[in-house]
């Protein structure tokens, strides 16, 4: 079981940055896919990028180019790095476990963290 935790959110100007950081508090995460998938209160979890063990990985169309994930798996933790944000990206971020880069079955996400809220103003 691999518990993780995740950081850095917070309020932020639209065109503005954050770096959210996932970090595995038990367990490792080093061969699986790591996903970060985000949910509007009130509206369902959407998939926003994802990376596979070797380095692939997967973004929602809507943050392409301006989000960009990667993992160490050396600190067995993953950074979502978030420049341009916008109005839209404001939602609570969670990070959890997945099947592989690019498949968005949310169900299918497991080790789900606590969250961290990302407001865009």
């Known amino acids: 079981h691999v518990q993780l935790v995740e950081s850095g959110g917070g309020a932020v100007q639209a065109g503005g940055s954050l770096t959210l950081s996932c970090a595995a508090r038990?367990?490792?995460?080093?061969?699986?896919?790591m996903g970060w998938i985000r949910q509007v209160s009130g509206q369902e979890r959407e998939g926003v990028a994802s990376i596979d063990a070797d380095g692939e990985t997967s973004y929602a169309d809507s943050v392409k180019g301006r989000f960009t994930i990667s993992r160490d798996s050396a600190k067995n933790t993953s950074y979502l790095q978030m420049i341009n944000l916008k109005l839209d990206d404001t939602a609570m971020y969670y990070c959890?476990?997945?099947?592989?880069?690019?498949?968005?079955?949310?169900?299918?996400?497991?080790?789900w963290g606590q969250g961290t809220q990302v407001t865009v103003s």
């Open positions: 038990t367990g490792t995460f080093r061969s699986a896919c």
């Open positions: 959890a476990t997945g099947p592989r880069a690019g498949d968005w079955t949310i169900p299918n996400y497991q080790n």
